[in-house]
């Protein structure tokens, strides 16, 4: 039994000729606490995933627990971070952060001072009044990730958060995502289409294949800790790296000896 579990799932789009299979028997189970990620070809079905299991997608068939509960329909336990940050140009930083906090009924003394917490984390605290046109891609998107951690969610969503930031910012953001994953405690499900990304970031790899997405395979991460830029250039690193890339048909696999 795991904090979530993605058993059978099958996701069908359309009717008919124009009948698109975006996921086929998906399976996935992982325990509180586990950063993800998801890798895959360009339209598998990751995104799909990714929605359904935040309640704001109906799945065709199968099953989604989350914290032991049927997924079926939206739910307040989590946090989405899109890949594009869609904050609104109108209110502050801080007030954007607020935002989910409003929309539960919940916005007091406590949120604000959360809100001010995530932002020092972040190293956003001396943004908290600025709005967003004012930031840098990489700070809003950091914005998007206080405001996703506002109510203390167990699970945080993520698609592609990074994809759209220069390397350096990618990297930056990379480590703070680590850091903040360790003061909150939150499982992580992360898509991404770095391989080098997801070997850095997560516990688990789950790769998918092409359309419809199966889950081809999913392996553990071992990197000594804690993680730092210097763990990309380990063996283990390497060696997960090529796992991955061989999963995803990227390389041959080794022949097997006889």
């Not at 140009?89 to 406590?110: C, H, K, Q, T, Y």
Request: aromatic share 8%; proline share 6%; with cysteine.
């Amino acid at each position: 039994m795991g904090f979530v579990e993605i058993s059978n799932v099958r996701k069908v789009f359309g009717s008919g000729p124009r009948e698109v299979v975006a996921l086929d028997e998906a399976n996935l189970a992982f325990e509180e606490g586990t950063f993800v990620a998801l890798l895959g070809p360009s339209g598998c079905g990751k995104t799909t995933l990714l929605t359904i299991v935040a309640g704001l997608v109906p799945k065709t068939s199968g099953s989604v627990k989350v914290g032991g509960r049927e997924v079926d329909g939206p739910y307040s336990d989590y946090g989405f971070v899109f890949q594009q940050p869609s904050l609104m140009p109108w209110r502050s930083v801080i007030e954007n952060v607020l935002f989910p906090m409003e929309i539960l009924g919940r916005r007091d003394a406590a949120a604000k001072a959360r809100a001010e917490h995530l932002l020092e984390l972040t190293g956003l605290k001396a943004f908290a009044q600025s709005r967003p046109h004012e930031l840098s891609g990489g700070m809003q998107q950091r914005v998007s990730l206080c405001r996703a951690l506002i109510h203390k969610p167990k699970l945080l969503l993520m698609d592609e958060p990074f994809g759209a930031l220069d390397e350096f910012t990618r990297l930056d953001m990379n480590d703070l995502l680590l850091k903040v994953k360790a003061e909150t405690g939150a499982s992580v499900l992360f898509v991404t289409h770095s391989i080098s990304e997801a070997v850095y970031l997560a516990d688990k790899v789950v790769v998918f294949t092409r359309r419809p997405a199966r889950v081809s395979t999913a392996f553990d991460i071992q990197l000594p800790g804690p993680r730092s830029q210097a763990s990309r250039f380990t063996p283990e690193f390497t060696a997960a790296e090529r796992r991955a890339s061989e999963a995803l048909g990227l390389l041959a696999a080794p022949a097997k000896e006889l």
